[in-house]
């Protein structure tokens, strides 16, 4: 069966970005994509949602988010915030295009203010929420849709 995801790209919002830096982030999110699918139980409609540009309505599908984010260090196992981790793993970001990163880092400053719920599933979908809007006032929204076997 294959899958859908769809992963919000602040990454993939302007062309300054080199070929390498896009196709060995795409590779990331597919790879993470083939892992969190399955183990969060993310349903197609979970998926049809994120296709869409909306949040899932099923816990499993923003368990899905907090699976993406903990691969990309943005929460932790415990869904705490991890700062450090996030922004150590923007630092290839920073060495492609320096202004983008400044522009996703003051994304995720404004975020990190994102009032925590006890649910880490339920926290990672107000931050993506966050990140997607502050995301939007920057200019900052395409998408990529990977195909996820």
Known sequence: MKYFVVFASLFLATNALSQDFIDKFVAKVK?????????????????SSLLAHKMPDSHEGKCLIFCFHKQFQIQNDDGSINREGAIKA????????????????????????????????????????CAVKEGRAMGLDNLIVLEIE
């Open 31 to 47: 790879s993470i994509g083939e892992t969190c699918v399955p183990e969060t139980n993310a349903s197609k409609d979970d998926i």
């Open 90 to 129: 923007l630092e290839p970001l920073k060495a492609d295009d320096a202004e983008l990163y400044e522009k996703v880092i003051s994304i995720f400053k404004k975020c990190e203010s994102t009032p925590v719920d006890g649910d880490s599933c339920l926290y990672a979908a107000s931050l993506a929420e």
